[in-house]
């Protein structure tokens, strides 16, 4: 069987991590590309190096794109805060402070560059819309829209061959996606999903990403294995 | 009248700055975006700042991105020559060298990104389908199909703040956008196409971009202020 080509974008969460695996155990050859939009902290990149050498990519590309020109989300812009403790049935309900204005138009344009200069006619993205925070760009309109343009933007979608995004998480909750993942190998300590980790790597337990990747472990009845602080621990660095 | 925000991508060059001009004489604020995507030249990000000082711009971003991590081009891609002296029937035929990969796409949802961020709902783009060098995202479905991801991938688009792509060039030869420029009052002599400006800022007169360019004036019947080298002049410094 002739491997295949594929662009993963990797944040090194537990999202982007089982997509990985996923196009790992469908014998894509990988081209991960990260995103470094000047996150709260480095760790994340940590994780994504971590995930590309377990997962044996073909090249990893750490891309800077500084979105704190724009500003407008509390991702990026560190005047704002991240929310805490939003109790879970609210998760959802509305776009969160958390939201990144065009950031995964942003990200897959980065990766359609990436693909067609390494002759991969596959994006896989770990957008899902059922544990998901309200973003629009995680819809699976969105993603039909990005891969219609994708085909008319480029060089190689002119000449036919085809671009494909492939979005394995779409239709998972987390609770799935964590036995998704756990079934192919994957080792969840190395990903990192908070929004507000501390110097040390460890996550905060009380933000979105955290209080959804709590709640799918403990949906999926396995032990959690991410390094949380102890709420106040900060302080004491 | 309200005037009404737009971003405007603005490289300094011919068809950016005339772009810039049209939005300003239809009483838009201009938030002007500049994509400084490691050029072989610094000279058109000081022909974007000269541009952007007299057209009085609210605000404007110069943006680094750093293309040069996924090559492909003989624009981001310093070992790959630029094509020089081709016939000019001949442009548009192929893609050419000077294509990079996925740039339009990219520098759009940077555009989306800032417009969000600044409550503006229009996005100017200097792309034509005329006087093209067959770059496929320069071509109006294209530009349609980017509109249309822009309305599904934001919150702006999900509140219902339509986004429109502004192209007021798409159908416009290079002669006609030269004198639309000329009727607005724009000042050519400040702005950069070449795709091989040397040192002092001059242009090489035979890449493509200026092939073009120089076609443009004399079809025009207006004098070409473009400072153009003497061949061979390089070699003096």
Tied chains: 1, 2.
């Excluded at 879970?88 to 509305?94: D, N």
Aim: glycine share 8%; hydrophobic share 40%; net charge neutral.
């Amino acid at each position: 069987m002739n491997s295949q080509r594929a662009v993963v974008l990797l944040s090194g969460g537990l999202d982007s991590t089982t997509v990985c695996a996923v196009a790992k155990s469908q014998g894509r050859d990988i081209y991960a590309l990260t995103l470094n939009y000047s996150q709260r902290h480095a760790w994340e990149l940590n994780a994504a190096a971590d995930v590309a050498k377990r997962f044996g990519v073909k090249e990893h590309v750490v891309f800077p794109i500084d979105l704190t020109r724009f500003g407008g989300s509390s991702l990026t812009d560190r005047t704002r805060p991240v929310e805490k403790d939003v109790p879970l049935e609210k998760i959802g309900e509305a776009i969160p402070s958390s939201y990144v204005p065009a950031r995964n138009t942003i990200f897959l344009s980065l990766a359609l560059a990436f693909a067609e200069t390494r002759g991969a006619n596959e994006i896989w993205i770990g957008v899902n819309c059922v544990d998901y925070s309200g973003y629009p760009d995680c819809r699976p309109e969105f993603i039909d829209a990005f891969e219609k343009l994708g085909n008319i933007a480029t060089k190689a979608g002119v000449q036919g061959r085809g671009l494909k995004i492939q979005t394995p998480l779409l239709n998972l909750n987390k609770a799935e996606i964590i036995k998704l993942g756990l079934s192919l190998g994957v080792d969840y300590s190395i990903t990192r999903s908070c929004y507000d980790l501390d110097a040390l790597g460890r996550s905060c337990g009380q933000c979105e990403a955290c209080l959804l990747r709590k709640n799918g472990f403990q949906e999926a009845g396995v032990p959690d294995p991410t390094p949380y602080r102890d709420p106040g621990s900060e302080f004491l660095f």
